[in-house]
Structures are given as C-alpha cells and as structure tokens.
C-alpha cells in the first residue's frame, strides 16, 4: 500500500494560501502510527514522524505536509534558494515540460499557493506560443525557493500531468518542521493534527472572520459533549456555512473536552443511493485502515450503516462526525446512529426524519448595503466612512451576495489600490479572475438564491422557471413577458415586481416602459435547476411569438428589438430546425432585421447556429452566409437598398437568387422595377466578408495575433474592434480629438495602440476600451505605430510623427525609452523587424533607416531618391515620399514603397535587389510582406490592391472591389487573409488562396455594343491588349484579334459589324475589318492618348476625342479629317446628334454642342462644380441630362437652356447616389426613364427625379453604360473586368 499522505495544515495553508480540495483522504501523522500498529503516545510523536516530507506514489493526488511539519511562513527576506536537488531535476527534465505543460491552470495553482505574483503571470502570458509560456514559467521557477518547486509539482498532480510529476519526485525538497508546541493563530499543534487526520478543509485563502457565528456552532456543539444529537448549520448556499463550521472546530478545548474521539468530516452534496453508498465505504475505510472490522467494503447502504456504528462506538468514541452539504433528508437515516452529528445544509427541515436532539444555527443568506460596507472596511483596515467612491458601487454590483463582498474584500486586502480594478471585473462579469484567489467553488456561487426561489408561490415558480431562456445582461421589455404569458401588461408586471422585491429579478425603468434583467448568477442558477427542461422553456417562447405575430412581424418599438435580436437564439436553443431555417433562409426577416440592427449580428448567427441550420441544407446556409458577408456593407447604409434587387445578382442554383426571382415577379404586379443579370455565371468571390465599421475613410486596420478580431480606425476619430467572422462590433471608442491614422494590436493581443493627427498616442484594454496609457510628447501628428513582436516580458511600442522623430515607448515604465533622431522630414511609417532587433522607418525626407533597438542608434539610410534620378519622367531633384515598408519573415530584406514604385533591399549590404513598377497611373499607399512567402501586397490610389511575387516581379493578383483609395493593406499573422481599408468607409477581408488563384485575363472599361435583331453583340479589350467580339446572351467569344502594341484605350464597332476601330495610348486611330483581323488604315494626329472613338451610322466617318483637348472627325476611307478645338481639358466623350451636331464634354467642367459641318461651336453649357463627365439627349431631343465628378444628375430643357431636376439621391452616412463620379446616361425612348452609371448603375423617374432601383456590382468605376433601343438590356464592364448584361424584368 502507498504511503498516505496529509493535507497541509492551517498555519501552512494560511501562509502559502494552498487550498485543499475536500474530496482529499484526510491522512495523518497519528494515523501514520496506527498503521504501524500501534497509537501515537503524545504530540511530540506526531511531530517526529512528521519531521520530514512524506514522497507521494504516482497514484496520489497531491504532495502534502504532515501536521505539526509545516515550516515557518517564509517572508521574502527569509526564502533560500531552491535545493540543488531540486533545481537539478528540474534542469533534468525541463524539455519535456516546456513541450508540454499548459500554463494557465498551473498558475492558478501557484497563484493560490502565493508562489508566482500577478506580475509573474503576465510575464507568462506575454509570450505567444504555448511553448515559450511554459518556457518562462519554469525559468521564472527556477529563480524562486523550495515552495514554489513543491507547488508546482502539486499543481501538475492536480491538473494531470501525472507521468511529468513522477519525473520531478526525486527532486522534492525536504522542509524543515516547527518544533513543539507552537501556535499559529491561536491553534495548538494538536488542534491541527486532528483537523488534518478528520478531513477538515483549511481556511480558504480568502477568509473572512464572523466569531460571533463561529461561537454560536461551537455552543450548540458544547450541547452534544456527553450526548448523541444534531447540529445544523443551515443558510444558503455561499453564505459560508462549511467555512464557519470548520473555524468552530479550530479550538482546543472544545475538541479536547467534547471530541477527543476525533472529527470525521465527509463532504457529501447531492448524492443517490449509489454515490451515498460510495461515501460511506470511503468513510468505512477511512477509520478501518488496519481492517480490524472487515476485510471488504460494505455492499449496501444497511451494511455500511452498521460498520459505520461500530467504528464509531468501538474505535472512535465521542468523536464527531461532519456531513457537509446536505441536501435530501433520506441520506441522514444512513448516519442516525446515535452519534455525534453536524450537518450543514440549505434546507432548514432536512433533519425533520431523523430521532434525537437538534441544535439550529442559522446562517444569513444576504447583507445590506451598509453590512456589506462595513465587511469590505474590516478587509481594507479603513472606516467605513473613509472608504472610497467605489466601495459603494463594488457593493452595488455584488447584489448582498455575501460570498460576493467577501471576496472581493480579501482581494482589496491584499491589493488595497485596486478597486477600479475589481469593480470593472464585477460590472464585466468576471467571476472566474476573482476566484481565483477563493477555496469556493462555482457551483456554490451559483446556488446563492435557491431558498428565495423554493419560498415562491408554486404557480409563481413556473413563472420564474420561465426566465431561464434569458440572455445574460439583456434588459427585456415587459411586453415581451406579456407575449410570454399570454396576459395583460399590468398582470404581467405585477408578477415581474413580486420576483423583484425578493431579490430575485431586476426592473430598469426607461421612459415609461420597464425592462427586466437577471444577475449572471441567478441567471446561471436558473440554467443549472432547468437544465433538462430548456428546450421546453425555449419552445414556449417561439410558440407565444408565432400566436402573438401570427398574421404580421413585431413593429413595436418596445418588443420589436428583441424579437429580431433574440428570436433565433430561442429557436436554436429549442432545437427547431424547421423554424429557425424558415426564418434564416427568409430575405424578408434579412431585411427587417439588417435595417434595424445591420447585418454583422445575422451573420455572427449563421456562424453560431450553422449546425442546425446544416441539418436543414448546407448550400443554402452557405448561400445566406456568402450573400450577407458581401452585401452586409450595403445592407446597412441607408436609405436601404433593396434587397430583392441585390438577391438577384446571385448565382441561379443560389435559394438567395431564387427567393429574389419569385418575390420580384410577384411585385412587378405592383409597378415594382427589377433588373436581372442574364450572362452571370456562378462567381467565386475572393473576398470573405465586406464591413463598413466607420462613417468616414478607414485609414488602418489589423488582425489580432489570433486571427479573430478585427481593429480598425479613421477620419471619424474612433477605434473599433469587431469579429473577423462576421464583422459584429466588439468595441468602438471615440478615441482621440483628432484623426485617427494607425492602429496596432500588442503581440498578446491584450492592448490596442492608436495614434493621431491629434499629436497623441493611447494603448487601449483591447477586451473592456479602457484606456491604459496616454503618451503625448510628439509635436506634430503621429503616422503610425507599432508593438514589438514578441514580448520578451516587456511591451515596447513604436511611433513615428510629422516632428521627424521616432519614439521608442516602454509600457512598463510607462515612459519614452528612446528617441530617434535622424530625419529631415516628416517620419511615414516604421516597423520592427521580426526578432525584435532593429527598426525600420521612413520619411519625406526620402530616405529609409534602420535603427538599433537596444542602442537607439542609426545603423544606415538608404536614399530612395536615388532611384528616381536620372528616369525620364522624373527630375535630378525630384522630392520623393517614402511611403511605408515592410520587413520580410525572415528579416534578410525589406520592402520599400515610394510614388508608384516597390523596392526590396538586402538588409545586411543595402543593396538593391528587385525594382517593381507597379502603375503609372496610380501611387502607392501602403505594403505589407506575407509572413510565409515571398508575396507583397500593394494599396494603391486608384482604387485597387495588388498582390506581386517579389521574387519573380510577377504580379500574382488584382484585387479590385473598394469604390475610392485603398490606404492600407495587413495580412493576417498566419498569412491566410489580409485586410484592406478604404477611403469607401469599408474594409475588407480576402482569401490570400482564392485571389491568387482567380488572377486570369479580364476585360477592360472600354466597349462598344450594337444590338443587331434580339442580339447582344460586344466588343471589348482584354488585359492582353486584345480585342475579343463577345456574344452577350451567350458569354460566348465570337472571335479574337492578336495582341496590339502600344496599349489600346478605346474601341467601337461599325453599325454592319464589319469594322471595328480602336484608338491608342500613343494618339493613334486604327480601322480593322473583324472577318479577317487585317488593320484597313491608322492615323496618328492626335498628340496623347485617344480617350473613346465612334463611328458615324454609314461607318464611313471615325470620330474620335484625346487627352489633347481636341476631337477629330476623320473619313478614313477618303483620309478627310477635321479638327473641333475649344475644350481646355481632355474631352472625356462625345455624342453623335442628328443634323450633323455633336455633343462633348470635358475635364474643363463644360458641356459643348458643335456644327461638324461647320465646324464651328454651337452652345457652352456651363453649371457643374465638378468635372462633367457625361452627358445625353432624350430621343425627341427636347431633355438633355449632364452627370458630374460630384454624383450630380442635372436634367435640362434643351429649348429653353433651364434646370428641370437635380439628381442627386445622397445617402444619410454622406455618399453620393454613384459612390462619386457620374460616368454615363440614356434616357428611355419615351424620356420617362433615365439610366445613369458610377460606382454603381441606378434607373431614375424622370417624373419625380427620384431613383426607381439601384444595381450594385460586384467591382465599381464604371466607365460607361450601352442601352438597347427599345432600353430594355443595359451592358457596362466594373473594374473587376466583369460584364453586365442587364435586362429589365417584365
């Protein structure tokens, strides 16, 4: 048999705060003896065989101290280095630790034991990977005493790192013991040898001292000295009763006078026959080790019961035994034997059915306000009157809960500054970090208010039983109750208040509407009692809903939000499939729901309840999904868009697409206007989820270390933090008076970092948005700031501002570490490299430097400038702007961005090793470096995001979507999404995967369309300089021309579809014949780029407009050609009018009418703020409609030269009708419709000059907009390069 071994005594517990769970055997030094054979003789004894630790078997739960052999409690100044035994097996097998211990339930154990600091933990935590946690902690071990070595060896045992704990047995260290009678707390040392031989648990950790409660059990136990009978102790559970009894027995007189048989303590709880049974062959054998009774277990409750009254009578006389937790009365006839008896119990009549005298000690289950003041002041050693502000409010949120204010009392004891601390953990339901320091556990915590609950009126019960379907910290509205219950508002509330002045519920009074809520743990204890009968509970809710709503969906204000937030969840907690899938797979519940609380929460319960609702169909909960992750950002602007309309934009096998077509026909009957997209295929997006968190430009976002959440920040002055799943608001703080510029996430995830044109850099709790440190020694707007990588027990951040100086802040020290000084100019951006060694920065000043982190000093600088000197489009003096960089995985190179170009450079040499240029035409924003490959993704000005391999110089992906400036781009830590933020208001989150395997050939803006007899016949240029004449209805190429060089802007098809002619960068005009692909004739007079080309109907005369200004009306058969000067700025189109008169428009804001025969202008219409960039004349040419750079439609009187609408539907979050610019306009044959293009294609009633329906593509910046005849197809290619041909429902 293993040796048994001893639960540490009090004075031991008292000064390590080890706790003792009650379920452990109660061995002793005595009982050591007996099983020698023989008694101890005296105290001296116990002590001598206790004089050294006892090695536990691989069988035991834990290492233990004899009674009488607890050292002295160590003091800091007393503590001697750990044995070398002991840090040598430690060293020994610290490999296999480290690989595989987890650290956090090891710490609560140390924690408890008082053997790691708070401090020491965080230290832990700060590192990344599990690894590296358990790392530090065992160096952080090895660095301490002997106590730290034995407390976590018992905190392996406990957790079940049995076969590690067997590697550190050898290692144990030998304590030395007291000698003699010593006391501790006024408790002999025989006191404690009887309290560990009987199981009585320690005081917890966090105790509180109530003698006048203590002294009423012991008087009640002075009442059994010569007698047998019962004690109960009885109150609700948590108020302390198990502590209070066993402090009753912590004196020696009483045990020496009353007990001197022992005390044989047995926590029971809630026990059938089977676990009661267990119970007593435990107790049986606990006080028959050497077997003198029996050499078996007893094998029923009878046996057991008389083995247990012999032990007692013959081996243990006027002993007493403690049955802790009682709950039903039948198990006491198990020890109604004429003994010596305490029980503790919730249930006052529990010992109604057991013979002999009862003592009552009554226990109170709730403080008052001013009971709970004076506590927390015993604790903190203050008056009550000299608490502070937040005592009141920590009493507050601990709802009279004892166990509650006790905790958090001896917490403040110990750290006696922390009370915004804990309060901020009560108001955020922290209970398990206040816990930690508690013997208690959380089932006791929960059962608080059971006896208030069993005093209720049975009908009330039922009632109350009701509330266990409720969410945590969620008020309801009483008329949701009434829904509930069928019943009137006043008889519902007469209830609700009778719950409420028993403590039992909370009423929140807004306006003239009530609103109630549970306390976590009332809500916690609810679950717990009606666990079996939730589904039932939850399936009444949803069925009093259905026969509420039977005929119409919740419209009152006062029910109607919790309806839409909280149905559901009802309905998934029931399990009903069918409902919960009607209700998911609805647009119109989409719809109702979007518009009141936006998409991220429907789409955060798709995540949540996909399980059942797979059950039902996977593809479709996969349609629903995929379509709110894209359209979310749509769905929640207003005015809101139309959600049938969107639906119809999906795939044809999506329900989505499905549900739309049968809605849209069915309203159509209404004068309803739709649209459908009759060549779309079944597209796979590249992007997972689209949000729009802000009401202004996102200027930075970034991923969490773990990948699931989201900060982001921008022109609106705040920070927001939201799921990366689903995009559902986390936290939004109005964090700075200022702009925001960059966000950063510290390396744990714990804090958020912000910076601002504001001068100010804030560090943010990243979970609760409370501000943590503010530092404010930058001069000008700081641009970016970044968190060292790894840790490294230290939280360093970076910061770099307009003031051209880097700042180095240290978090611990809450100060500046380190400035750096060395740029000319404003400083862009930094960034540490990956080993945390060295940090990179950049400047207007043109230059990229490289900075010691540990030094502070400049290690070298690389001029950026001198790579645009000497090309031809720049100057020897041109002043360049680095933008940003971005370090590689491995730390050998980093990039470098400036104007439209990309740079790697080694790190080690500085020498210049890849040069990408990625667009004339467009800046670049921001660069970041895949963390596990060679990929470098590109936000650029114009509107689109780029994915290059850096080794290849190939560009791998082209990633458009966003509706204006890209101004960042993060990979996720994992390099599997990366993030991009716009000047659009939304981010959003790609597939790193999916995009680089979607990169193939697309079309380009520039199209021409001719609808020949029911046809849809197109020509478009490809991303290869290609021409392609392209099938519409059919989305099929017809035919395809080679590559053509220079790049070709423009293109137009003769009205015979013989010819085509296309117009090129260099100002070039070609004439090809499409049967052969053979160029007919080319004319170069134009001096820049040919912006768009037309033939005139007989397909004899090209015309065309250029960069130049200029446009050129051109017979290319007979070589005539005319040139129509009077624009200032690029002649963005033209129009052909009848009567040989032709219509323009340009960069210069100004709207022309020309003779061509004449060659002379004929009108300058002059009106537009902003560019105009289209404009068109009503078929019987008495309405002319002109779009701007602004979103403005103007509609005019071609007779009279006067405004007739303005079109200009503006958005309530400040977006104009086409997300900017107004690209393209046709009017209907009968000028009652006007369709006009942009970010997006919109249908207007001229009548009213109000929109008739919108149709969002997938990209954006439309170019241009080709109309049918009879205005029923509509063709455009987005800037994905995707093709639209729309038809308009009939």
């Known amino acids: 048999m293993h040796a048994p071994r001893l639960p540490p005594p009090v004075g031991l517990g008292s000064a390590l705060g080890w706790r003792l769970p009650r379920t452990h055997p109660p061995w002793g030094p005595g009982l050591l003896l007996l099983l020698a054979g023989r008694a101890p003789e005296r105290e001296e004894e116990v002590a001598a065989v206790s004089s050294r630790v006892l090695l536990p078997s691989l069988g035991e739960p834990e290492l233990k101290f004899p009674a009488g052999a607890e050292p002295s409690p160590p003091s800091s100044a007393s503590r001697s280095k750990m044995d070398w035994k002991a840090r040598s097996c430690l060293l020994q097998n610290r490999e296999a630790l480290e690989k595989d211990i987890k650290t956090s339930y090891i710490m609560d154990h140390m924690i408890a034991d008082e053997v790691l600091t708070l401090q020491e933990e965080d230290k832990v935590k700060t590192q990344t990977i599990q690894r590296d ?301 206040i816990k930690k320091s508690s013997s208690y556990d959380y089932k006791a915590l929960d059962e608080a208010m059971s006896i208030s609950v069993e005093m209720l009126p049975k009908n009330f019960k039922d009632y109350y039983k009701d509330l266990s379907v409720l969410q945590k910290d969620v008020k309801v509205p009483s008329k949701v109750f009434c829904i509930l219950w069928d019943m009137e508002i006043e008889e519902a509330e007469d209830i609700l208040q009778e719950f409420v002045n028993k403590s039992l519920l909370f009423c929140d009074r807004n306006g003239k509407s009530f609103c109630y809520y549970l306390h976590d743990l009332q809500l916690d204890f609810l679950i717990e009692q009606n666990d079996r009968q939730l589904q039932d509970l939850h399936k009444k809710v949803v069925h009093q809903y259905k026969k509420h709503y039977k005929h119409y969906a919740p419209t009152s204000q006062e029910d109607s939000m919790y309806w839409y937030n909280f149905l559901a969840y009802h309905m998934a907690s029931a399990n009903m499939t069918d409902e919960l899938c009607a209700l998911m797979f609805s647009l119109d519940w989409i719809k109702t729901k979007t518009e009141l609380l936006g998409p991220a929460h429907l789409i955060h319960e798709y995540v949540e309840y996909s399980q059942i609702l797979d059950q039902k169909d996977t593809t479709i909960r996969e349609n629903f999904q995929e379509f709110l992750s894209l359209n979310g950002h749509l769905l929640g602007r207003q005015p809101f868009p139309d959600i049938v309309q969107l639906g119809l934009c999906q795939p044809e096998n999506s329900d989505v697409y499905r549900q739309a077509k049968l809605q849209a026909q069915q309203k159509l009957d209404k004068r309803s206007f739709y649209v459908e997209w009759i060549n779309k295929k079944s597209m796979k997006n590249t992007y997972r989820l689209v949000v729009r968190p802000h009401t202004d430009a996102v200027y930075h976002a970034c991923f969490s270390q773990d990948r699931h959440r989201i900060a982001s920040c921008g022109a609106d002055k705040t920070l927001q933090v939201f799921k990366a799943e689903s995009g559902e608001k986390l936290l939004e703080i109005k964090a700075h008076d200022d702009e925001v510029l960059c966000c950063a996430f510290s390396a744990d995830d714990r804090f958020v970092a912000t910076c601002s044109a504001d001068k100010k850099v804030k560090v943010w709790n990243s979970r609760t948005g409370q501000l943590v440190y503010l530092f404010e020694e930058h001069t000008e707007q700081v641009n970016c700031c970044q968190f060292n990588n790894t840790s490294r027990q230290q939280y360093l951040l970076a910061t770099c501002s307009n003031d051209s100086f880097v700042k180095l802040w240290d978090l611990n020290r809450k100060c500046c570490r380190n400035t750096l000084f060395g740029h000319a100019s404003s400083v862009t951006h930094c960034r540490y490299s990956p080993d945390d060694e060295y940090i990179a920065s950049c400047s207007a000043d043109g230059t990229l430097k490289l900075w010691n982190v540990h030094s502070a000093n400049e290690l070298k600088s690389i001029d950026i400038r001198d790579f645009f000197r000497n090309v031809d489009e720049y100057e020897n003096n041109v002043e360049v702007l680095v933008k940003c960089c971005s370090w590689s995985s491995n730390g050998n190179t980093i990039t470098v961005a400036a104007k439209n170009k990309l740079f790697l450079f080694d790190v080690e040499t500085s020498d210049l090793l890849v040069e990408v240029l990625t667009s004339r035409h467009s800046t670049i924003q921001y660069c970041d470096f895949c963390p596990n490959s060679q990929m470098v993704a590109v936000a650029l000005s114009h509107y689109s995001v780029e994915i290059w391999n850096i080794e290849s110089t190939s560009k791998v992906a082209d990633c458009r979507g966003h509706m204006s400036w890209v101004h960042s781009v993060t990979f996720s830590f994992d390099g599997s999404l990366f993030l991009t933020s716009s000047e659009d208001q939304t981010i959003r989150i790609w597939d790193t995967s999916k995009v680089c395997k979607s990169f193939t050939i697309v079309l380009k803006h520039e199209i021409d369309v001719k609808f020949p007899s029911n046809e849809v016949i197109i020509l478009a240029i490809d991303s290869l300089k290609r021409l392609q004449l392209i099938d519409g209805y059919r989305d099929q190429t017809i035919c395809m021309t080679e590559a053509q060089e220079p790049s070709i802007f423009c293109c137009c098809l003769s009205e015979d579809l013989q010819s085509a002619a296309f117009g090129e960068e260099n100002g070039t005009v070609k004439v090809l014949s499409l049967s052969s692909g053979n160029v007919l004739k080319a004319k170069t007079s134009h001096r820049k780029a040919v912006r768009h080309c037309q033939f005139t109907s007989d397909g004899r005369t090209l015309v065309s407009s250029s960069d130049d200004s200029t446009i050129q009306i051109w017979n290319w058969q007979s070589d005539e050609c005319i040139v129509l000067k009077g624009h200032k700025e690029s002649v963005k189109k033209f129009y052909l009018l009848g009567h040989s008169k032709l219509l323009s428009w340009s960069f210069d804001g100004t709207v022309k009418i020309w003779s061509s025969e004449s060659s002379s202008l004929l009108h300058t219409l002059n009106g537009h703020e902003g560019c105009v960039r289209c404009c068109t004349f009503s078929l019987n040419n008495e309405l002319l409609a002109t779009g701007d750079d602004n979103g403005e439609i103007r509609v005019w009187s071609v007779l009279r030269g006067e405004l007739l609408h303005l079109c200009s539907c503006v958005s309530l979050d400040g977006q104009s009708a086409h997300g900017g610019w107004v690209t393209d306009l046709c009017f209907s044959p009968d000028s009652k419709t006007l369709v006009s293009s942009g970010g997006y294609i919109q249908w207007w009633n001229m009548a009213t000059g109000q929109p008739l329906q919108t149709f969002y593509t997938n990209g954006t910046n439309l170019q241009s907009l080709h109309v049918s005849p009879d205005f029923k197809i509509c063709v455009t290619v987005d800037n994905l390069g995707i093709l639209y041909v729309l038809k308009i429902m009939e």
Not at 228 to 245: D, R
């Open 133 to 433: 946690r358990a790392a530090m902690l065992i160096k952080i071990i090895l660095a301490k005493d002997n106590y730290a070595y034995i407390s976590f060896y018992n905190a392996l045992v406990h957790e079940g790192y049995k076969d590690l704990a067997a590697l550190l047995q050898d290692g144990i260290p030998i304590i030395s013991p007291y000698n003699g009678k010593s006391y501790m707390d006024g408790v002999t040392s025989y006191v404690k040898t009887v309290l560990c031989e009987g199981g009585v648990p320690q005081r917890p950790v966090v105790f509180v001292t109530r003698p006048e409660l203590a002294k009423r059990i012991q008087q009640k136990l002075y009442r059994l000295e010569n007698n047998p009978g019962w004690v109960i102790v009885y109150g609700m559970a948590g108020c302390g009763k198990s502590v209070l009894t066993a402090e009753a027995l912590r004196d020696h007189s009483l045990l020496k006078d009353c007990f001197p048989g022992g005390i044989h303590w047995v926590s029971v709880g809630k026990q059938d026959k089977a676990g009661l049974l267990m119970k007593l062959q435990n107790l049986c054998l606990r006080l028959d080790q050497d077997f003198t009774y029996s050499q078996r277990p007893p094998l029923n409750i009878e046996e057991a019961k008389d083995r247990l009254r012999l032990l007692i009578l013959r081996k243990y006389p006027r002993s007493l035994l403690v049955l802790d937790d009682i709950w039903d009365s039948w198990v006491l006839k198990a020890f109604d034997s004429h003994f010596q008896v305490l029980i503790t119990s919730r249930d006052r009549s529990v010992t109604d059915s057991v013979t002999g005298s009862k003592y009552e000690v009554p226990v109170e289950s709730g403080l008052t306000h001013e009971k709970a003041l004076e506590i927390l002041s015993l604790f903190v050693n203050m008056k009550v009157e000299e608490l502070p502000e937040k005592a009141d409010d920590i009493v507050r949120e601990c709802k009279g809960s004892p166990l509650v204010v006790s905790l958090i009392g001896a917490l403040l004891r110990d750290f006696p500054n922390r009370w915004e601390y804990y309060l901020t953990q009560l108001q955020n339901k922290q209970f398990k970090r």
